[in-house]
């Protein structure tokens, strides 16, 4: 017999990332995307949230500091998501990393979300994106959602 789903109101509340270096993470989450840091937990780590939630992301070194990120086709974080409120906002991210010269590995519109895809200074992947509201996603005929993976106009984005 199978379970019953999960409760809806269950929500991811944070990621914490092994990194090589703190002061170059930081560089990255808190000078170029704006994060502000809550905790410093000694030398090795580092929290880090938006809107003063204890913590969204943290960072340490514990196992890692000085190392090198997994090498491809090994197991491991694919990316993580960081959700912003409005298109406007997803846009202002986007004019902070043109302005720190940091690459993008990809831009999509899915239908329901529009996302920014890029790598941190530890090569973890990192998707920004912002979610239309729930009653603009694209349907199937049954109701059901019908995501899709289109270029995204990051010039639209910016005009924001």
Known sequence: MAQPAIDPGVRIGHVHL?????????????????????QRYGPDAVFVSAGGYHHHIGLNTWESKGGAPPPPGATGLFHIAILYPTRAALADALRRLRAAAIALDGASDHGVSEALY???????????YWDRPKEDWPRDADGSVAMYTRPLNLEALLRA
Do not use: H, M, Q
Not at 21 to 37: H, K, M
């Open 118 to 128: 890029l790598r941190d200074p530890d090569g973890n992947g990192v998707e920004l």
């Open 18 to 38: 092994k990194v090589a270096d703190i002061e170059r993470s930081l560089a990255f989450y808190r000078d170029v995307l704006g994060f502000e840091v809550t």
